[in-house]
């Protein structure tokens, strides 16, 4: 679990790189961690609520009642979710900018690193099984 956490921060952490170079905004460590937090937070509370959802017991028990952060449905999924709509909440909240391609942008780039990622882990598991 530590793992896929860790894997999960730097995928977010190699968008918003990725972002601020493209904006010749520089890689500074503050630049960096100024840009970084809403979506890191983002991500921390779609671990929570993954974490809440596999431990609820529900009458089709569609999430069951294990916590496997590195499968892409439902943890995945709620992970990215929760990285792009809450990282924007907070940007907006704080005037750092959301404007609508951002927003678009931003959710295709998470998608494809924190779904890819996993996707990726689950492609080399079940080979090797």
Request: proline share 3%; hydrophobic share 60%.
């Amino acid at each position: 679990m530590p793992v896929t956490a860790l894997l999960d921060l730097i995928a977010v952490t190699v968008f918003v790189m990725i972002g601020r170079s493209s904006h010749e905004e520089g890689l500074t460590v503050v630049g960096i961690l100024q840009t970084l937090w809403p979506f890191a937070i983002g991500a921390a509370a779609g671990w929570s609520i993954a974490y809440v959802l596999s431990h609820v017991r529900s009458s089709d028990d569609s999430f069951g009642h294990d916590f496997r952060p590195e499968r892409i449905v439902p943890a995945g999924l709620i992970v990215w979710f929760c990285a792009v709509v809450i990282a924007m909440i907070l940007r907006y909240l704080l005037h750092q900018g959301v404007a609508f391609s951002f927003i678009i942008v931003a959710t295709i780039s998470l998608g494809v690193f924190l779904i890819g990622w996993r996707a990726v882990a689950a492609f080399v598991a079940k080979r090797s099984a």
